[in-house]
């Protein structure tokens, strides 16, 4: 059993693998105060040896089992998700859009314009074909018409009402957008490709949730910003086995 809140427990670290029970601090305190090497990018042994023969990305596949468990709906929630979801209408195939603005800009990341993500969108579209559909996530209200209109070939999905309520300091944290940034996890998992800013929690919790729905999906999305990572890890280095060229 795990707590999050210090109140009865042994506090996690590498010498108390056999506690009952485990007193999980902060992530940016678990690798300083244990010592830990590999913080968080590692998954169990013999999932590994399993997943190096399908899967491209065995961390993000690990952490979308988890996650997808830990975040399975109850009934009233995913009453919400299913109702939501077929107003929408939500369908395949699709490409879904994360854009986070708001307070994040100018402090955590910087701003990109609808232009650099419609132009993976129309990159993923021109190399596979198909429908010309989006699902826009964003908590800036404005940004779906503007969308509409400077891409008027194309099916843009989402919600204005949630995404002025995610842009307001005053109304983001009340339950109707927690549901409201709940669904856009889900729809953005669903999507056939991602694109975002891996420097939004959003942008990597909906690509991990991603690899439970496709056998490997981890190249399924394309970032302008960051690379993917895990907030708190300690740095993560890889080599590289075969030029590009």
């Not at 506090?11 to 992530?27: K, Q």
């Not at 040896?49 to 996650?67: I, P, S, T, V, Y």
């Not at 989402?158 to 109304?171: P, Q």
């Amino acid at each position: 059993m795990y707590h999050s809140t210090r109140t009865e427990g042994e506090r996690w670290g590498m010498s108390n693998l056999d506690a009952n029970t485990v007193f999980l601090p902060e992530i940016d305190g678990l690798s300083r105060a244990n010592n830990i090497p590999y913080l968080p990018m590692a998954v169990p042994r013999d999932l590994h040896n399993k997943l190096k023969h399908f899967h491209g990305n065995h961390f993000a596949w690990f952490m979308g089992q988890l996650l997808k468990y830990f975040l399975r709906p109850n009934k009233d929630l995913q009453s919400f998700l299913d109702s939501k979801m077929e107003r929408l209408r939500f369908k395949k195939p699709i490409v879904g859009v994360h854009v986070r603005r708001s307070d994040k800009v100018g402090t955590e990341a910087n701003f990109h314009s609808i232009e650099e993500y419609m132009n993976q969108v129309e990159e993923w579209v021109f190399l596979r074909g198909g429908e010309r559909r989006v699902y826009l996530a964003t908590d800036d209200a404005s940004l779906l018409k503007e969308a509409k209109l400077k891409y008027p070939d194309y099916e843009f999905i989402g919600d204005e009402k949630a995404a002025s309520k995610a842009g307001s300091l005053g109304t983001r944290y009340d339950q109707g957008s927690l549901y409201d940034v709940v669904f856009d996890v889900f729809m953005l998992s669903k999507c056939d490709y991602i694109v975002c800013t891996f420097s939004s929690n959003i942008c990597r919790l909906a690509y991990e949730i991603m690899q439970t729905y496709h056998v490997d999906a981890s190249m399924n999305y394309y970032s302008l910003d960051d690379v993917y990572y895990f907030n708190g890890q300690q740095p993560h280095y890889v080599r590289a086995i075969e030029s590009h060229k």
